[in-house]
């Protein structure tokens, strides 16, 4: 899925290049409500999640401001994403999640998106909830960068409610 690139009316989704996503995801406030990133970030996290070649780099008037990628995690596609700091509050991941459910349900194989997010980001749910994800649950999750258990809400979007909603 990554060798490709779409487009949406202000975005580039595009192959993720290392030095791109380093220079917004080393923030903690970004960090702080990412599962799987380690603080502090170095340019070698960077390089590792580059070469696993599941996500795409999110370019806005010339410039990568976040990453999102579908991955298998847990035997499940699980959608996740982040965006700088600088970046939110505009619609923009808005855009980037658009663009990317549509490419992931053409494989016919794929029945489901999973996602999630900590309870303390609301704002990672208006993304979800604005493109079909519903509530399916919470559970404790580790926080590598803060090393701590916090609830994550877990989150769904089936194929069938995705070809609901693209009628």
Same mark, same amino acid.
């Given at each position: 899925?990554?060798?490709?690139?779409?487009?949406?009316?202000?975005?580039?989704?595009?192959?993720?290049?290392?030095?791109?996503?380093?220079?917004?995801?080393?923030?903690?406030?970004?960090?702080?409500?990412?599962?799987?990133?380690?603080?502090?970030?170095?340019?070698?996290?960077?390089?590792?999640? %580059? *070469?696993?070649?599941?996500?795409?780099? !999110?370019? =806005?008037?010339?410039?990568?401001?976040?990453?999102?990628? +579908?991955?298998? /995690?847990?035997?499940?596609?699980?959608?996740?994403?982040?965006?700088?700091?600088?970046?939110?509050?505009?619609?923009?991941?808005?855009?980037?999640?658009?663009?990317?459910?549509?490419?992931?349900?053409?494989?016919?194989?794929?029945?489901?998106?999973?996602?999630?997010?900590?309870?303390?980001?609301? %704002? *990672?749910?208006?993304?979800?909830?604005? !493109?079909? =994800?519903?509530?399916?649950?919470?559970?404790?999750?580790? +926080?590598?960068? /803060?090393?701590?258990?916090?609830?994550?809400?877990?989150?769904?979007?089936?194929?069938?409610?995705?070809?609901?909603?693209?009628?």
């Amino acid at each position: 899925m990554t060798n490709e690139i779409l487009r949406t009316p202000r975005l580039v989704l595009r192959p993720v290049c290392a030095d791109d996503i380093f220079r917004r995801i080393a923030d903690w406030d970004v960090i702080k409500m990412l599962k799987m990133p380690p603080w502090p970030y170095t340019r070698d996290h960077a390089v590792q999640f %580059a *070469s696993n070649g599941t996500g795409f780099g !999110i370019e =806005f008037q010339g410039h990568v401001i976040g990453a999102i990628s +579908i991955e298998m /995690r847990r035997q499940k596609e699980t959608l996740g994403y982040w965006l700088g700091k600088v970046y939110w509050s505009k619609g923009l991941m808005s855009e980037a999640v658009s663009a990317v459910r549509p490419a992931h349900f053409e494989n016919p194989a794929a029945t489901a998106e999973y996602s999630g997010y900590a309870r303390a980001n609301p %704002a *990672s749910w208006r993304v979800q909830q604005k !493109i079909g =994800f519903r509530l399916i649950g919470e559970e404790l999750t580790h +926080i590598f960068s /803060r090393d701590e258990e916090v609830i994550e809400v877990k989150t769904l979007l089936t194929r069938e409610e995705f070809e609901k909603a693209s009628r």
